[in-house]
Each structure stands twice: as structure tokens, then as C-alpha cells.
């Protein structure tokens, strides 16, 4: 979930939990609490992790860089309670799809960095902050060959995407590629570089988009179907 600061408050975007649902799969509201036992005990029952956005940022001492001035709201619970539930997907070997805010949290988990703010620190930048209609796909991307190219098909080369960010990747993290990029050359897609792990990190918001765009659509399907594996890998082991 999202903490609001103003009004001491969880909450989170009814899209996520909708895409979810319409998927087959149950969605959990995770709260913002930083307790590793709490986190623990809910990844017990998990079967898979969707880190969505949020309009904070990752708080840049995480990856050893001081403020820049153009840095947005830090929430430390945020920040805590997204790395304790890598901690445990990684332990549990969870599928994972990490969305916009979400992405840059698990590439600063494993190690990573990022660019605090596009517009002063990318050459020649395009918009990726597009406003309404939140759900128009506003850039194209580039991708190259990965789970999300996949579920793109052969239509790698007309792809486009929504765009509502200002941070981006600059260093990956460990076991971590790119797949995708805008035309600026910022990153707008990874994955696990492991074989046998389910993880995917998109710069955009399909949640906003999944009932219209096929590709959000492909996304949230393909995240299903890993949680599924993984609820029926849970249902073996207890039969036996």
C-alpha cells in the first residue's frame, strides 16, 4: 500500500487490485508496517508480489547518493516494508512484477541505482511525466529479446506505453537486464537474469490500462499464471 503523510492513511489505487481480481488471483493489501515478522507471516500465504507505484521516491541514502534538489517525498515505512518483501520473495522464490515505483525499489534492493530526476539528468529527454489521460499510451519503446518481448510478440518494433514518472534506472542491480527502453535510452523494462526466477519490472502503469491494451493485458496474465504455479506447487507439497 501507499502511506498518506497528510493524513496518516494507507491506501492504494483500486486499478492494481482490479487487474488482480479480473486475473483469477486474490489480491492482499500489504500495510505499511516495517515489522519482519508481520512481512513474514503474510509471505507465508502469498504466491506472488506485486510492487505498484507510488508518488514518492526511493529515498537516495539506499543507494549511497545525497538529495538532488528535485527529489520528491521520501516515505521510510515504504521503502522498509518493499525491501522486507524482497527479502522474502527472494526467499521463497515468489514471482514478482514490479510496477513504475516498484521497479526502481527492486533495482535499488539488489544493489542498483537511480537516476533522481530525469528531466536534469537524462540528455535530451523525452516527456515521462504525460498527465491525463493517464491511461494513453504516450511513447514508444524499444525491446529486446526476455519475458517481455514474449508477450509483445512480433509487435516489438510498434510498441508504446503510458508514462508517469520523473526517476528512472541508471546502474542495474544484481541478476537484473534491461529489456526494454524509451527513445531517450532510459530503462523501461527488467528482468531476472536467473532462469528459473519469475521477475518482471515495468516503468509504466499497465494496471491503468489492462481492460483497452493487450500488452497490460499480457502482463497481468503472465503474472497470474506464475502465481498460479505457484499455488499449485504449495497444493503438491502438502498432499505429498
Same mark, same amino acid.
Given at each position: ?18 487487474a488482480? /481480481? ?23 500465504e ?11 521516491d ?96 512480433e ?8 508514462s508517469?514518472?520523473h ?25 531476472d ?20 491494451? /493487450? ?26
Open positions: 500500500m501507499r502511506l498518506e503523510l497528510e493524513t496518516d492513511r494507507f491506501y492504494l489505487g483500486r486499478d492494481y487490485s482490479e488482480i /481480481e479480473a486475473m483469477g488471483c486474490t489480491p492482499v493489501h500489504i500495510a505499511l508496517i516495517p515489522k519482519r515478522e508481520y512481512i513474514s507471516s503474510i509471505a507465508d502469498l504466491d506472488g508480489i506485486l510492487l505498484p507505484g507510488s508518488d514518492s526511493v529515498d537516495p541514502s539506499l543507494f549511497n547518493e545525497p538529495p538532488h534538489p528535485k527529489l520528491g517525498r521520501v516515505v521510510p515505512e515504504k521503502d522498509a516494508v518493499d525491501r522486507l518483501l524482497l527479502d522474502e520473495a527472494e526467499k521463497r522464490d515468489l514471482p514478482i512484477l514490479a510496477i513504475c515505483f516498484g521497479m526502481q525499489a527492486l533495482n535499488v534492493h539488489r544493489g542498483g541505482s537511480l537516476i533522481q530526476d530525469i528531466g536534469s539528468e537524462v540528455a535530451k529527454p523525452i516527456k515521462h511525466e504525460q498527465g491525463i489521460p493517464r491511461a494513453r499510451n504516450s511513447h514508444a519503446i524499444r525491446v529486446e529479446k526476455g519475458v517481455l518481448a514474449g508477450l509483445i510478440g509487435r516489438t518494433d510498434g510498441c508504446f506505453v503510458n508517469h514518472h526517476q528512472a534506472l541508471r546502474d542495474l542491480g544484481r541478476d537484473l537486464k534491461a529489456t526494454a527502453w524509451a527513445p531517450d535510452g532510459v530503462v523501461e523494462c527488467i528482468e537474469t536467473r532462469l528459473d526466477r519469475n521477475v518482471l519490472g515495468v516503468q509504466w502503469h499497465p494496471e491503468l490500462s489492462w481492460k483497452t491494451d /493487450e500488452l497490460s493485458s499480457a502482463i497481468f496474465r503472465w503474472f497470474a499464471a506464475c502465481c498460479h504455479r505457484v499455488s499449485d506447487r504449495k497444493v503438491s507439497l502438502a498432499v505429498g
